[in-house]
Nanobody, 123 residues
């Protein structure tokens, strides 16, 4: 059974940066397509980014394009989300999720989810 563990969240001022990590346990990450999702208080979960099995294809929500970068480190079996120029509207619990079933990251196709890490952007 694959297990995903997120880390790296915290409190950051507007304009600051954080790097989230999603560590894979049990299986190699290059079997999976992996996405980052977030859910802000009182809002529905939204997709943030998606990365292919070998890392050569990525996509981003319009709201984070140019600020967030997703990447993989096969040696560490970890997917990262580098978040720059964070804004208060980026405040949310961030989740990573993976699938064997899809080349993209539709939430309904994601088979494995981490428990999330909280990102708070506030002055």
């Amino acid at each position: 059974q694959l297990k995903l563990v997120e880390s790296g969240g915290g409190l950051v001022q507007p304009g600051g940066s954080l790097r989230l990590s999603c560590a894979f346990y049990g299986y190699r990450l290059d079997y999976y397509v992996t996405g980052w999702f977030r859910q802000a208080p009182g809002k529905e979960r939204e997709g943030v980014s998606c990365i292919s099995r070998n890392g050569d294809t990525t996509n981003y929500a319009d709201s984070v394009k140019g600020r967030f970068t997703v990447s993989i480190d096969n040696a560490k079996n970890t997917v990262y989300l580098q978040m720059n120029n964070l804004q208060p509207e980026d405040t949310a619990v961030y989740y990573c999720a993976s699938t064997l079933r899809s080349r993209n990251c539709p939430p309904g196709d994601m088979d494995y989810w981490g428990k999330g890490t909280l990102v708070t952007v506030s002055s």
